[in-house]
């Protein structure tokens, strides 16, 4: 594989990507990261990397249960969320901007915020979905997959959002964009030996256990690894990995 990278990129983007200093995921949701790159984001925490996490909505409607409500599960998945970061070993920032879940909007406000943060941040690898899935059913996860990659742009040139521009505040243009759940994957990574993290990390998520998990509580916990184990082993097949996670690599 090749690749072009600007001149102000912090690394040459080889077949493996060496392991970033900072690493920012975006995702609609409490658990979007931890299924999408979990195992990547847990394997580059031991290695070093400060890992920085950004939940774009509230999580309030990610319930099955009918006497849950949208106040109290937003609360429940915030503190989910904080256990999941401490399981993967993010060191760095855990972000909540608490946009309504199921109504969220690619629109300029949130590319806006998103670039924002980006600046704050400075990642040298961002993560986030793929809009460009074909079938994918969530609109938050379409939505938040276009926001990213506007947010990636406009972060990077001057013109963007001027007015977030100051002395402690500049221009960034990350080395690398990783869109999980690819539509069209090109780069992968081995997450043999942090698989049972990404597991940990996930069942971190319990108000999620008979929803997106499809009944992954402490009895249901074997099934669901075997699931989770399926989908790597076919996730990484392509690249010749045992257990993988694959992306859409895209330079900014």
Known sequence: MTASIHPE???????RL???ARVLTIGAHHDDAEFGCG???AKWAEDGAEISMLIITDGSKGTWDETMTAERLAAIRRQEQDEAARVLGASGRLVFLDRVDGELSHD???????CLWIRRL???VVLGFDPWKRYMMHPDHRAAGWAVIDAVVAARDHLFFPHQLDAETSKH????????SADEPDYWEDISATFERKIDALLCHRSQAHSTMQGATENGRAEFVE???VWAENLGRPAGLALGESFKMLTP
Do not use: K, S, Y
């Open 9 to 15: 990129a912090r690394f040459e983007l080889p077949e």
């Open 18 to 20: 060496p392991t970033p």
């Open 39 to 41: 195992g990547t984001l």
């Open 108 to 114: 300029t406000a949130l590319q806006e915020e998103l």
């Open 122 to 124: 400075r990642p040298d």
């Open 173 to 180: 243009r990350p080395a690398a964009l990783l869109l999980w």
């Open 227 to 229: 699931r989770m184990r």
